[in-house]
């Protein structure tokens, strides 16, 4: 029997159920799960305003580590019993999972499985946002906001294993002094600092060639104003709001792109191609232990509420995750 955590549509609540282990249909690995990864957009689909895609298992969970425990058909390069870390299609909360091979990666020996939870949708995320849409390169600046996020905490190891400078902000001293210590050149309390001003102070005014966002709002206009010419500003969230009065003078007057996307919309042939490029260019630092997953807490599977609230609560830096 399977164990996976179900949403009560009556009032949200969560609860533990059993049914049957899936069977992996062609093109799927079946995981035997050790841990998922928690992610923000678990707790709004639980509030009923992130519904999955159609062809989506209905239960929460976009990441998984495990092992190998059966292989659908046309799928070549896995055996039963590897180490195997996944994007899923939704199901990430339960201890049988299914994912795309296309969207697999194998654990290198210098990761913990477990922590290997908290490796897929980061990988995703950064490759696709920071290098294939923002093209960042060696010796560029970037600016990472939310950058104690599951996100920010790989993207500020990823930026920097790939030689660019990096700079990032945060909610507290004590994140800061994380991020900095992840490789981060400088990293900015935004309740105590404005970060415009602090890079305008380190003579770095309109010096910031790329910028991942997750805050939205407010920074929207700050990060146009700290763009160099011809940066590259990327949205994947909006955590202050969708909406803000923008003068887009920058966006001509520096020849800026502005862009955004969401992982999960795009189809599995895109997610193929990241998955590649990903052990083209990621994976030799995981390898050489450059990039590590940041792991905040773990709670067992029973306590998929208080991992929740954790994540809701914002203390954490990096990721939480679901022992099973
Ligand atoms: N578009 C995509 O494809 C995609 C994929 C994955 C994740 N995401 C998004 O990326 C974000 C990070 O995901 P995650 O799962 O890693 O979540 P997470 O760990 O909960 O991170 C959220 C971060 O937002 C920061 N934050 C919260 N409120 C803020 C505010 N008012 N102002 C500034 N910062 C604030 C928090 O840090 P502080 O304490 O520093 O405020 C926290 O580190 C989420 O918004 C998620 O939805 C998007």
């Known amino acids: 029997m399977r164990r996976y955590v179900a949403i009560n549509p009556a009032d949200q609540s969560l609860s533990v159920e059993r049914d049957t282990v899936p069977q992996p249909a062609a093109g799927e690995l079946l995981i035997e799960v050790c841990a998922a990864g928690l992610n923000r957009a678990d707790l709004l689909q639980r509030a009923g305003h992130y519904p999955p895609p159609e062809d989506?298992?209905?239960?929460?969970?976009?990441?998984?580590?495990?092992?190998?425990?059966?292989?659908?058909?046309?799928?070549?390069?896995?055996?039963?019993?590897?180490?195997?870390?996944?994007?899923?299609?939704?199901?990430?909360?339960?201890?049988?999972?299914?994912?795309?091979?296309?969207?697999?990666?194998?654990?290198?020996?210098?990761?913990?499985?477990?922590?290997?939870?908290?490796l897929p949708e980061a990988l995703f995320t950064v490759w696709h946002n920071l290098f294939q849409r923002a093209r960042l390169q060696a010796g560029e600046r970037v600016l990472i906001h939310g950058g104690a996020s599951g996100i920010g905490t790989l993207a500020i190891q990823a930026c920097r294993a790939l030689g660019a400078d990096v700079y990032s902000t945060a909610g507290s001293a004590e994140k800061c002094a994380a991020l900095e210590a992840l490789g981060a050149t400088r990293a900015f309390n935004y309740r105590e600092e404005d970060f415009e001003q602090a890079l305008a102070g380190l003579g770095l005014a309109n010096r910031i060639e790329v910028i991942l966002d997750m805050v939205g709002g407010d920074f929207i206009q700050k990060n146009f104003n700290v763009a160099a010419p011809e940066a590259r500003l990327v949205s994947i969230a909006f955590i202050r709001g969708f909406k803000a009065e923008v003068n887009f003078a920058?966006?001509?007057?520096?020849?800026?792109?502005?862009?955004?996307?969401?992982?999960?919309?795009?189809s599995f042939a895109q997610k193929a191609v990241m998955k590649e490029e990903i052990l083209q260019h990621l994976y030799p630092h995981l390898d050489s232990g450059a990039l590590r997953p940041v792991i905040d807490r773990v709670f067992p599977l029973e306590e998929v509420d208080a991992a929740q609230q954790w994540m809701q609560g914002g203390t954490h830096t990096g990721k939480i995750l679901l022992r099973m």
């Open 250 to 266: 920058p966006l001509l007057f520096k020849r800026l792109t502005f862009t955004g996307s969401t992982l999960r919309a795009q």
């Open 56 to 118: 989506a298992s209905p239960i929460m969970g976009l990441e998984v580590s495990g092992r190998v425990a059966a292989i659908g058909a046309g799928v070549e390069g896995w055996a039963v019993g590897d180490r195997v870390c996944a994007l899923t299609h939704g199901g990430g909360y339960a201890d049988w999972a299914l994912a795309p091979a296309s969207q697999s990666l194998p654990v290198p020996a210098s990761i913990d499985l477990e922590a290997a939870a908290g």
